[in-house]
């Protein structure tokens, strides 16, 4: 089954801990993404990757780090930098530049502190 | 100026009618456009994605794309009570390339 695998689905951090949530499709696909999306709201785009061993920061970078070491898995991290990390928390992917540019996501992780 | 705008709802339609979703971009070299949907406590997917300006049809879904007017709708028509949750619209491919950024969503309801 091809497809975008997010875990854990649900993940309680306490004050000033950091944590990783995993992100790996077998899709393929060039691009992943990371999106923080709150009640009632929109999603806001945290880091994206065209392509291995590169990344770029997006509108709310601040207090999260990925890394992109193999094509298929793009994993975050929330430091304790992050002051409100309480949040769910999207991974998407698509073929990046030069094919079709749809995003495909994965079913999400649900991040609360405790 | 937000980049992807959407109003935000709830927009209620009668079944069986027809749902008009708009949103307008403010990157005026954007290339790519979709609309998602959204069902609450679940992640987002894929409904339509446009191109080139004109309508695209898939089902009882219509996307519209004027690149002039930097506006895209989405229509869904025959509206079931299941088309009911939140459609968001996203664009790539702009000024900062391969970035897809999404609207705040519009929620939408259909009553029986």
């Known amino acids: 089954d091809g497809g975008i695998t997010q875990s854990p689905k649900y993940l309680f951090r306490k004050e000033g801990q950091n944590v990783t949530l995993s992100c790996e499709q077998n899709l393929n696909h060039d691009a992943m993404y990371w999106y923080r999306q709150d009640p009632g709201q929109g999603l806001r785009l945290i880091y994206y990757?065209?392509?291995?061993?590169?990344?770029q920061k997006g509108d709310i970078a601040e207090g999260y780090s990925v890394s992109r070491e193999k094509k298929e898995s793009f994993p975050l991290t929330v430091t304790s930098a992050q002051k409100n990390p309480t949040a769910f928390y999207l991974c998407?992917?698509?073929?990046?530049?030069?094919?079709?540019?749809?995003?495909?996501f994965g079913q999400g992780t649900r991040l609360t502190v405790v | 100026q937000k980049e992807v705008e959407q109003n935000s709802g709830p927009l209620s339609v009668p079944e069986g009618a027809i749902a008009s979703l708009n949103c307008t971009y403010s990157?005026?070299?954007?290339?790519?456009f979709f609309w998602y949907r959204q069902y609450s406590g679940k992640s987002p997917e894929l409904i339509m994605s446009?191109?080139?300006?004109g309508d695209k049809e898939d089902g009882r879904f219509t996307a519209q794309l004027n690149k002039a007017s930097q506006y895209v709708s989405l229509l869904i028509r025959d509206s079931q009570p299941s088309d009911s949750a939140t459609y968001l619209c996203a664009t790539e491919g702009g000024s900062s390339a391969s970035k897809i950024i999404f609207g705040s969503g519009t929620r939408l309801s259909i009553r029986p």
């Open positions: 998407a992917s698509s073929r990046g530049r030069g094919g079709n540019t749809e995003a495909f």
């Open positions: 990757s065209q392509i291995v061993n590169d990344f």
């Open positions: 990157d005026r070299v954007s290339q790519s």
């Open positions: 446009i191109y080139s300006n």
